[in-house]
């Protein structure tokens, strides 16, 4: 698939696509939302499988390649925050499309300050051969979380039939 660099118009005329036509994904031909939301999904899943197998056979790399994973994870976060929000403010307002949008963004913030708090309290430590089990349990409890809001999500486009970069019809 290329990238088309400029839009064309039914009429023939072109353009250049419009920042938030590339942030949606339409140069692509497909919506970006998508693309980076594998991201964090496997590196939240990472962090947990990776303090878990700590606490069987205790290893400082595992822990460690826990902590940095966090970085990954909130690096890709931002990027689903970005294409997310801009999908989001498309949708029509009071639409059920919308409301079960805002659900979806809900679950997902609350389960980045879970994984947020994680981070902080377990930077200082992330040399130690053992996951803390305060961390497990802020792990398991915002990836949790987050599955009920990827959940959602998949509701949003595969029940009520959402192409993400285009904000859809009204109900």
Known sequence: MAIRLRHRAPDGTTRAWTLKEWVQGRPLGHPSHPLFVHFPIAFYSAILAFDILSRITPSPGLVLAGSYLFIGAFAATVMLLITGLTDWA??????????????????????????????????????????????????????????????????????????????????
């Not at 879970?114 to 053992?130: L, M």
């Not at 349990?137 to 987050?146: H, K, R, T």
């Open 90 to 171: 498309s949708m029509v307002r009071g639409s059920s499309k919308r409301r079960l949008a805002t659900r979806h963004l809900l679950w997902q913030l609350t389960a980045s300050a879970f994984f947020i708090v994680t981070f902080v309290i377990r930077w200082p430590d992330r040399g130690i051969a053992q996951a803390e089990t305060i961390w497990l349990v802020l792990e398991a409890i915002g990836y949790a979380i987050l599955v009920v809001g990827q959940y959602l999500g998949g509701v949003l486009v595969y029940e009520k039939g959402m192409r993400v970069s285009t904000g859809g019809a009204p109900d």
